[in-house]
């Protein structure tokens, strides 16, 4: 047996390449005690504060990370209320100048009035129009006016793409996530559903995150309950796929001690429905058996050489088209004027 095991591009199945740069970022002045709070002291601060520049540097750091963890494909969750117009398109060069395939969303949402909700629909629009890779986003449904979310379905159809929602992160979520659910298309992607009712029918896949589940305490959802697929986001918290498999494992365990992880492995597999071409991405890996049952125990496998659409594009672990430590310092220099603004 060859000492380096071979898989295709994993697959990010929800991310928030803004956040990047959020780690360390300054406390907020009351520690937040619920869902709601963190939203808001936390997320809504720090999206509020995002320019352009913050948000390239941003992008290329996740997506330089994405690549050193052998995840070649992002779908991504956007939102930048004071920089709306052109931030899908920085997104989607940043992740094209290190060689990430990205899927990208506006998350529209009523938090900034009616204005706000217009731009981040006009800019998924805008986007989409212009032959971007996308979706259309939106924030959530209990942040959204119904005709906004008649808006950006209507939107999502124009453009022939599915809805990209969080649903039912938080009970705060419950009622209007479980409603929004149930339009949804075979073509949408629903983000957590932590909170929707048992027997709940919906048409879209289910994007499960279950390390940021955590860090929220929103509860486990308990995905497999649901018929509808099953695929693996880290919710912005990096984009180290077999680290959230493992946690996935984890969870599904802490429920059911029977369960074994070809459950989450296929989760995790089920991420090429979203973007079928990783499939055809070359990982090479620092272990010899990339099977569920090895790797549910194994933490610490890193990959080697990653092949993107025929390039090498990280060679002895380190990316060969970009500079990863130039990256690394321009990423930490936004994020200091980000910090500054907050
Ligand atoms: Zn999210």
Avoid at 69 to 81: F, K, L, N, Q
Avoid at 218 to 233: A, E, K
Avoid at 261 to 288: F, I
């Amino acid at each position: 047996m060859s000492e380096h095991g071979i898989t295709p591009g994993l697959v990010c199945g929800h991310h928030h390449l803004y956040s990047a740069l959020a780690r360390g970022m300054p406390a907020p002045p009351k520690t937040p005690s619920k869902f709601t709070e963190i939203l808001e002291q936390v997320w809504w601060r720090l999206d509020t504060a995002l320019d352009l520049e913050m948000l390239e540097w941003s992008a290329k750091l996740g997506a330089l990370e994405a690549l050193e963890a052998g995840c070649t494909a992002i779908v991504d969750h956007h939102e930048s209320p004071n920089a709306i117009e052109g931030s899908l398109s920085v997104i989607a060069d940043a992740c094209a100048e290190v060689g990430v395939r990205v899927v990208c969303a506006y998350g529209v949402t009523d938090r900034h009035g009616p204005e706000g909700a217009a731009a981040g629909l006009a800019e998924n629009d805008r986007f989409l129009s212009e032959g971007g890779r996308g979706m259309v986003g939106l924030h959530a449904a209990f942040t959204c006016e119904p005709g906004t979310i008649d808006a950006a379905i209507a939107l999502a159809d124009k453009h022939d793409v599915g809805v990209h929602v969080h649903v039912a992160e938080g009970p705060v979520d419950a009622g209007q996530g479980a409603a929004l659910a149930r339009r949804s298309r075979p073509n949408w992607l629903l983000v957590h559903g932590v909170h929707l009712p048992d027997g709940i029918e919906f048409a879209g896949t289910l994007a499960h995150n279950p390390r940021s589940n955590m860090n929220n305490a929103v509860g486990y959802g308990h995905p497999s309950r649901f018929n509808s697929p099953v695929v693996l986001g880290t919710d912005g918290i990096g984009a180290d796929m077999l680290d959230e498999f493992r946690l996935a494992f984890g969870k599904l365990r802490e429920h059911n001690v029977e369960v074994a992880p070809d459950l989450p492995w296929m989760w995790l597999e089920n991420g090429w429905q979203l973007v079928p071409e990783a499939q055809d991405d070359v990982v090479t890996w620092s272990y010899p058996s990339m099977t569920a049952w090895h790797l549910a125990y194994t933490p610490g496998v890193r990959p080697i050489d990653v092949i993107v659409d025929g390039k090498k594009l990280l060679e002895d672990g380190a990316a060969t088209r970009v500079d990863g430590a130039e990256i690394r310092a321009k990423a930490a220099e936004q994020a200091a004027r980000l910090f500054e603004k907050l």
